[in-house]
């Protein structure tokens, strides 16, 4: 390997990648998310936009009922854990919170276990990136109840969700293995 440094396995060093790596992941998931929202919201405009395409706010009658897992979540620690309601106008800022937080951790043990199992780095991060998908959205968040089961959703609601995880699993790779061949280099 000419001009490249051979990296010797670090745990800690593969954790301090994945952490940085799940920050940074996370928010370009959100970006992504939110360039859809606005591809899905430009193409909705104007009276043929059908009953589906609609807001699920409007659909469901009530807002707690379309709110993101996120914000379920962080109303149930701040309800079971603090003793306190969360005030509707922190209930954004409070899921937003979760889902770095989350992304955060994912991408830490995502640091550890690619430092010692090539499959874990399969497909440059968007392998595990579709697994986070399948185990989380899919699986986990219907079965803590904090979304309905994926039936009840369109086809288009899982592809994005799929997508914005490969994006995701995407970056974390990346800044993972840039950290580990410099900045945090063994």
């Known amino acids: 390997m000419i001009g490249r440094r051979r990296k010797r396995p670090s745990a800690a060093r593969g954790l301090a990648a994945g952490l940085i790596g799940g920050v940074v992941a996370s928010w370009v998931m959100e970006c992504f998310q939110d360039g859809l929202a606005k591809l899905s919201h430009k193409e909705q405009k104007g009276p043929e936009a059908s009953q589906e395409q609609r807001p699920r706010a409007a659909n469901a009658g009530a807002a707690e009922a379309s709110e993101p897992a996120t914000v379920k979540v962080a109303v149930a620690v701040a309800e079971d854990v603090f003793h306190r309601p969360l005030a509707t106008e922190t209930k954004p800022a409070a899921g937003a919170a979760v889902h770095y937080f989350f992304g955060t951790l994912v991408g830490g043990a995502y640091g550890l276990a690619a430092e010692r ?31 309905g089961p994926p039936q009840a959703y369109p086809f288009k609601v ?27 280099a063994s």
């Open 158 to 184: 899982h592809a994005s969700a799929l997508a914005a995880h490969v994006v995701y699993g995407a970056t974390l790779e990346v800044v993972r293995r840039a950290l580990r061949g410099g900045f945090l």
């Open 117 to 147: 199992l090539p499959l874990a780095r399969r497909g440059a991060g968007s392998l595990f990136g579709s697994g986070l998908w399948l185990a989380s959205d899919e699986i986990a968040v219907p079965a803590f109840g904090l979304a």
